[in-house]
């Protein structure tokens, strides 16, 4: 028998190669956590301010169809107003109002941008980015179509992320 393998504990030759590393097995058998599992689960991440207001789609639309556009405005105010208290970071509701005034095309891209930087901010896959607005722009002049897309998918993205937040609605 060698050293290698006596088993009477006996030292090892150590010109012999070390065993290889092997990893510990996880412990209790639990599953990996990755950051897009449970979509409505809480999101941890650095503190944040105010968590802002569940706004239904349906209703959203129909609002704006009866002020003929103008809910949009107040739509874009808030949510931008609320997404800035919440993470100090964004354009907040006044400017966002003054650029949907002068220059409504760039708001879709920089809030869908704004709604996704919050799920990045806490380690979260975004659900929309800045070319999500491409719908708009592209599609917006076919019976608003591109619009509608464009405003479920952020609209959603915004509101789940309010509700992982403890938003009620």
Not at 115 to 136: C, D, F, I, S
Request: charged share 10%; with cysteine.
């Amino acid at each position: 028998m060698t050293e290698t393998n006596d088993p009477t504990g006996s030292t090892p030759d150590p010109a012999a190669a070390p065993p290889p590393y092997s990893a510990p097995a996880p412990s209790g058998g639990a599953a990996p956590a990755y950051p897009s599992a449970a979509p409505l689960a809480p999101m941890a991440g650095p503190a944040d301010g105010p968590i802002g207001q569940v706004r239904n789609t349906g209703t959203c639309v129909l609002l704006t169809i009866v002020t003929l556009g103008f809910y949009t405005w107040y739509w874009w105010y808030k949510t931008h107003d609320e997404m800035k208290q919440h993470t100090g970071t964004g354009i907040g509701g006044p400017i966002a109002l003054l650029l949907t005034i002068l220059v409504g095309i760039v708001m879709p891209f920089l809030t869908s941008n704004e709604v996704g930087n919050m799920y990045e901010r806490k380690g979260r896959a975004k659900p929309v980015t800045a070319t999500t607005g491409l719908w708009y722009l592209l599609l917006g002049w076919f019976f608003l179509v591109g619009a509608i897309v464009w405003f479920v998918k952020t609209n959603a993205a915004l509101n789940d992320y309010w509700r992982s937040q403890g938003a009620q609605g």
